[in-house]
């Protein structure tokens, strides 16, 4: 399987997987993630930390700004490429998964847990409890661990083992189910993988 090819079956494959993890995952795995010790929710996190879009976004973004003001001229050609990649893909897959929710406005666990809501609102957007498809610190990760899998292949079993970890501790967290995460998951590698196969799009090299 070629290089260019791949990331497209691995979203295809995560998102199919997404639908029977809705039927058979995803209500169980809500109320077993209710019995985790506080040791394991310390755990889950940190992960989930790993997963806020904050801290890629703030110093990419304030290096990108600072160039452009003139402050940063001899800041090198590939630490500024490399800012700009990681700050629009991180962004733009972030909104992308922000709108994705305000059309489905599927209700998290806690809805599902306190009152048994599991249906769809549809078009409701600025309601966090309502924002559970697809899992927006999973998008985040998955599309943080495609960036260093591009710019460090030998990096990569890990880069992507650790997004798994962050879309794990959101569903031990309660902040989603499974197929949110995997849902996330596959459009964040779609993204990118069309991202990169723009005409003259190119991963800076070392």
């Given at each position: 399987?070629?290089?260019?090819?791949?990331?497209?079956?691995?979203?295809?494959?995560?998102?199919?997987?997404?639908?029977?993890?809705?039927?058979?995952?995803?209500?169980?795995?809500?109320?077993?993630?209710?019995?985790?010790?506080?040791?394991?929710?310390?755990?889950?996190?940190?992960?989930?930390?790993?997963?806020?879009?904050?801290?890629?976004?703030?110093?990419?973004?304030?290096?990108?700004?600072?160039?452009?003001?003139?402050?940063?001229?001899?800041?090198?050609?590939?630490?500024?490429?490399?800012?700009?990649?990681?700050?629009?893909?991180?962004?733009?897959?972030?909104?992308?998964?922000?709108?994705?929710?305000?059309?489905?406005?599927?209700?998290?666990?806690?809805?599902?847990?306190?009152?048994?809501l599991v249906e769809p609102r549809w078009f409701h957007w600025?309601?966090?409890?309502?924002?559970?498809?697809?899992?927006?610190?999973?998008?985040?990760?998955?599309?943080?661990?495609?960036i260093v899998a591009r710019w460090y292949p030998r990096w990569?079993?890990?880069?992507?083992?650790?997004?798994?970890?962050?879309?794990?501790?959101?569903?031990?967290?309660?902040?989603?189910?499974?197929s949110d995460t995997l849902a996330g998951a596959a459009l964040?590698?779609?993204?990118?993988?069309?991202?990169?196969?723009?005409?003259?799009?190119?991963?800076?090299?070392?």
């Open positions: 399987m070629s290089l260019s090819r791949a990331p497209f079956v691995y979203a295809s494959l995560l998102a199919l997987a997404a639908a029977p993890a809705g039927l058979w995952l995803d209500q169980p795995t809500a109320l077993a993630a209710q019995g985790l010790g506080a040791e394991a929710r310390s755990i889950a996190r940190f992960f989930s930390a790993l997963g806020d879009s904050a801290w890629i976004l703030i110093p990419s973004g304030a290096v990108l700004a600072l160039r452009r003001a003139g402050v940063l001229r001899t800041l090198p050609d590939l630490v500024l490429a490399r800012s700009r990649q990681l700050f629009w893909l991180v962004a733009g897959t972030g909104l992308l998964a922000d709108l994705i929710k305000g059309v489905v406005a599927r209700p998290r666990p806690k809805l599902y847990l306190r009152e048994g600025f309601d966090a409890a309502w924002a559970s498809m697809p899992s927006g610190h999973t998008v985040t990760a998955f599309t943080l661990a495609f990569s079993v890990m880069a992507f083992a650790i997004a798994a970890g962050v879309a794990m501790a959101r569903v031990a967290l309660g902040a989603h189910y499974p964040a590698v779609l993204c990118c993988a069309a991202v990169e196969r723009r005409p003259g799009w190119s991963w800076p090299a070392r």
